[in-house]
């Protein structure tokens, strides 16, 4: 096996989406929809004295206060919305909450939610780390998971959506199915590994995501709404006209959309996906052991085919 990074063109082998073999969904749902909610720690005298905003010195009590609202408060909130509409989550978690916030993982798992690996904290990215540090962290991730949440993990967020050229090599050589980072489609995609074990892009989303939106970009929440509903809508239509199906993220964290003045507007989306049974609302590790059963070989080998290459 080798021990060198895949290059990027080579990894993300390239194929419109038009032209290859159509991807259908289970029981002929048109639109896969998982919500993600980002679940985060945040170390309050983090290493290399980076802070949440990442513009002061640590301690920047102001914007660790802010995310710690999301742990205590802002979750619970959530919860109560997604119990209502009974929604599936497959939650973006800083690992190390599975250790020190008993409540949080016990709540998680009486709803069966998936544990996405978004690192051990949210400031402690992977830019920059040796083959041997990483590996070193996806141990430590998958270790967290099973002891404290008793299953291994299938997929990774990569914390501050870091991570190295032989991140997607590493995370299928330590059994992981899927790579959330890549969002340069609205199917998932075959990613090529050195090992040549099979790996996933499942499409994240930082369009409809509430941090990107509401915090930064300050946009209401009637309008977080309606480009949720566009979307969805737009995605079903496209459905309608050439038989492909496609993926759609909903990302939030519960430091935003756990507010009260905002809560509102995720009901109102859950309302929306609950009321089109075109639309199949799942986890991301569905979607790709779905995908890996039935479309996987078909896609690469079709995008092989365009590229002149053998298999």
């Known amino acids: 096996m080798s021990r060198t990074a895949i290059p990027i ?18 029981e002929g749902k048109a639109l896969a929809v998982w919500h993600a909610p980002n679940v985060e720690h945040y170390d309050y005298i983090p290493f290399g004295g980076a802070s949440p905003q990442g ?36 939650v973006s978690l800083s690992l190390m909450l599975l250790e020190t916030e008993p409540d949080i993982r016990d709540a998680m798992r009486e ?25 070193e962290f996806l141990d430590q991730c998958q270790e967290l998971c099973e002891v404290y949440y008793g299953v291994p993990l299938k997929g990774m967020l990569g914390p501050k959506i870091s991570g ?41 989303s930082y369009m409809l995501n509430d941090v ?7 946009y209401s929440a009637d309008q977080f709404v309606q480009m949720v509903t566009s979307q969805v809508g737009r995605l079903l239509r496209d459905y309608e006209k050439d038989g492909h199906g496609r993926v759609a993220c909903v990302a939030t964290h519960p430091f935003v959309m756990g507010q009260p003045h905002l809560i509102g507007a995720l009901e109102e989306i859950f309302d929306y996906l609950r009321a089109d049974d075109r639309i199949w609302l799942t986890r991301a590790g569905d979607i790709a052991d779905y995908y890996l059963e039935h479309h996987w070989e078909a896609q690469m080998a079709h995008a092989l085919e365009l590229r002149g290459e053998p298999r």
């Not at 709803?111 to 590996?135: A, K, Q, T």
């Open 9 to 26: 063109d080579e990894r993300l082998v390239y194929a419109p989406l038009p032209l290859r073999p159509q991807l259908r969904w289970p």
């Open 212 to 218: 990107p939106l509401l915090h930064a970009k300050h």
């Open 164 to 204: 190295t050229a032989l991140t997607s090599d590493l995370l299928a050589e330590h059994g992981l199915i899927y790579h959330a980072d890549w969002i340069h489609d609205e199917q998932p995609r075959p990613l090529r590994t050195r090992s040549g074990r099979r790996l996933v892009s499942i499409p994240y």
């Open 55 to 90: 513009r002061v010195a640590a301690p920047d009590a102001q914007h660790y206060m802010h995310r710690d609202f999301g742990n205590r408060v802002g979750f619970w909130r959530m919860l109560r919305a997604i119990d209502a509409y009974s929604i599936p989550c497959t």
């Open 111 to 135: 709803r069966d939610w998936e544990v996405m690996s978004h690192g051990i904290s949210n400031l402690r990215p992977l830019y920059d780390m040796s083959e041997s540090e990483e590996n």
